[in-house]
């Protein structure tokens, strides 16, 4: 009893009779306008007295329905009905407004068969109750036949009496299981007409391949930061403590540093973070530079014991500002393998240029000496490197990294007409 109860009483349907219960609510402003429309042309002063009248009513009504269908909350507010009263799941369902000539058709059949099922369903729900109450009680009513509410004639019949709860219940059954029906079919045709069309899945695509570049972008600005920062801070921590007893100078040197180098890796950080958790950069810590950031990265980069020479044969200021933030990246990746790899009482060199409409940066150190008769060859191509690629990639450059005649050089190019115009904002 219970299992065939479910499928007419059961919360599914209740839920799928309060969403056509909404589709009949809706459907009423349609109507009303139809009997507009229908009172003066079939010249009857009340068109609500007569069954055939507001049939007519609602023909006219459903495509006004199908035409403000067409407006973008439509779908979204269609699909979030179905998904929590109908039972079909998030994902078979489009987000957002209809794109395209098909979707909105799609759009336009849907919120036309919801108001037009609706409709006959609610209308059903309020007559239908009270008639069955009515057949349901009769019996106990036979004592009205000799009154001025008098019962029909057939009703003077015993079997007509006994069968009227009969007829009630059915009627009661018959309302239920309409609609079930209705709810089940429109449920079975939501994912088709409410679906993704080719254009949505092409847009949900596009969306998640922006949200993965942003966040690889994030990954990188970690990674480059971060693991520059640390590379630094160690290595200026091991200098200072080898010349603790005799270089108080230096040691002040590379305290600063420190101090310096995880002041501003703590700021870039909780902006990349805040990037992460609002995904908005607004208020944040700008990016670092070339033109405003070099010097400081040059100065944490000695105290950690490296030296460096640095040739600007190209004034950093003259650099768009994503060019310049950019290569700010790409010098920190090179002076922070040179930290990690160089060894002690070398010079590394750096040179940035610009040749043939392209900006031209050269990081280079000797390659420490290995246990046989020639220099060791560093592995390269680790997640810094594949940083500078991408970093390269995005603004139409290339990348050359690995030994040549003792040093390992990373040279990078890149061209100065794609960069980003510089009063283009982007998050950090």
Same mark, same amino acid.
């Given at each position: 009893?219970?299992?065939?109860?479910?499928?007419?009483?059961?919360?599914?349907?209740?839920?799928?009779? @309060?969403?056509? @219960?909404?589709?009949?609510?809706?459907?009423? /402003?349609?109507?009303?306008?139809?009997?507009?429309?229908?009172?003066?042309?079939?010249?009857?002063?009340?068109?609500?007295?007569? !069954?055939?009248?507001?049939?007519?009513?609602?023909?006219?009504?459903?495509?006004?329905?199908?035409?403000?269908?067409?407006?973008?909350? $439509?779908?979204?507010?269609?699909?979030?009905?179905?998904?929590?009263?109908?039972?079909?799941?998030?994902?078979?369902?489009?987000?957002?407004?209809?794109?395209?000539?098909?979707?909105?058709?799609?759009?336009?059949?849907?919120?036309?068969?919801?108001?037009?099922?609706?409709?006959?369903?609610?209308?059903?729900?309020?007559?239908?109750? /009270?008639?069955?109450?009515?057949?349901?009680?009769?019996?106990?009513?036979?004592?009205?036949?000799?009154?001025?509410?008098?019962? /029909? +004639?057939?009703?003077?019949?015993?079997?007509?009496?006994?069968?009227?709860?009969?007829?009630?219940?059915?009627?009661?059954?018959? !309302?239920?299981?309409?609609?079930?029906?209705?709810?089940?079919?429109?449920?079975?045709?939501?994912?088709?007409?409410?679906?993704?069309?080719?254009?949505?899945?092409?847009?949900?695509?596009?969306?998640?391949?922006?949200?993965?570049?942003?966040? %690889?972008?994030?990954?990188?600005?970690?990674?480059?930061?971060?693991?520059?920062?640390?590379?630094?801070?160690?290595?200026?921590?091991?200098?200072?403590?080898?010349?603790?007893?005799?270089?108080?100078?230096?040691?002040?040197?590379?305290?600063?540093? @420190?101090?310096?180098?995880?002041? #501003?890796?703590?700021?870039?950080?909780?902006?990349?973070?805040?990037?992460?958790?609002?995904?908005?950069?607004?208020?944040?810590?700008?990016?670092? $530079?070339?033109?405003?950031? !070099?010097?400081?990265?040059?100065?944490?980069?000695?105290?950690?014991?490296?030296?460096?020479?640095?040739?600007?044969?190209?004034?950093?200021?003259?650099?768009?500002?994503?060019?310049?933030?950019?290569?700010?990246?790409?010098? +920190?990746?090179? !002076?922070?393998?040179?930290?990690?790899?160089?060894?002690?009482?070398?010079?590394?060199?750096?040179?940035?240029?610009?040749?043939?409409?392209?900006?031209?940066?050269?990081?280079? %150190?000797?390659?420490?000496?290995?246990?046989?008769?020639?220099?060791?060859?560093?592995?390269?191509?680790?997640?810094?490197?594949?940083?500078?690629?991408? #970093?390269?990639?995005?603004?139409?450059?290339?990348?050359?990294?690995?030994?040549?005649?003792?040093?390992?050089?990373?040279?990078?190019?890149?061209?100065?007409? $794609?960069?980003?115009?510089?009063?283009?904002?982007?998050?950090?």
């Amino acid at each position: 009893m219970r299992e065939f109860a479910r499928p007419l009483f059961g919360r599914r349907a209740r839920l799928r009779w @309060i969403h056509l @219960i909404l589709g009949g609510a809706l459907a009423m /402003p349609y109507v009303f306008v139809g009997a507009v429309v229908v009172g003066p042309a079939t010249g009857a002063d009340d068109v609500f007295s007569s !069954l055939s009248l507001q049939l007519a009513s609602f023909g006219v009504g459903l495509p006004l329905a199908a035409v403000t269908s067409l407006f973008p909350l $439509t779908r979204p507010l269609e699909t979030a009905a179905v998904r929590w009263l109908c039972g079909v799941d998030a994902d078979r369902l489009a987000e957002g407004p209809a794109r395209g000539r098909a979707a909105k058709g799609r759009t336009a059949a849907w919120f036309t068969l919801h108001l037009g099922f609706g409709g006959i369903v609610a209308g059903m729900s309020l007559a239908v109750p /009270p008639f069955a109450a009515a057949l349901i009680v009769l019996p106990l009513l036979a004592g009205l036949r000799g009154t001025r509410l008098g019962l /029909p +004639q057939v009703l003077d019949h015993a079997w007509a009496l006994a069968l009227a709860p009969v007829a009630g219940l059915a009627s009661l059954l018959a !309302l239920a299981g309409c609609a079930a029906g209705a709810g089940a079919l429109l449920a079975r045709w939501a994912p088709a007409l409410l679906g993704p069309t080719a254009e949505d899945r092409l847009a949900a695509a596009e969306a998640r391949a922006a949200d993965l570049a942003v966040r %690889n972008r994030l990954a990188r600005e970690l990674h480059d930061s971060v693991g520059h920062a640390l590379s630094a801070v160690t290595l200026q921590a091991g200098a200072a403590r080898r010349v603790l007893g005799t270089d108080p100078g230096f040691v002040r040197e590379a305290l600063a540093a @420190i101090e310096d180098t995880t002041r #501003r890796t703590v700021a870039e950080l909780d902006a990349v973070l805040g990037v992460l958790r609002d995904g908005d950069a607004s208020g944040t810590a700008p990016a670092p $530079t070339l033109a405003a950031d !070099l010097d400081g990265l040059l100065r944490r980069t000695r105290a950690g014991g490296l030296k460096v020479t640095a040739a600007l044969r190209t004034p950093p200021e003259a650099l768009p500002p994503v060019l310049s933030r950019e290569a700010y990246r790409i010098v +920190q990746e090179g !002076l922070s393998n040179a930290l990690k790899h160089a060894g002690e009482g070398v010079t590394a060199t750096l040179r940035v240029e610009v040749r043939d409409g392209h900006l031209e940066i050269t990081v280079g %150190n000797p390659l420490p000496a290995g246990p046989g008769p020639g220099p060791v060859t560093r592995p390269g191509g680790g997640h810094g490197l594949r940083g500078v690629e991408d #970093r390269a990639r995005l603004l139409g450059g290339t990348v050359r990294a690995g030994p040549a005649e003792g040093t390992w050089r990373l040279h990078v190019r890149l061209p100065m007409r $794609t960069a980003t115009p510089p009063d283009r904002k982007e998050s950090q």
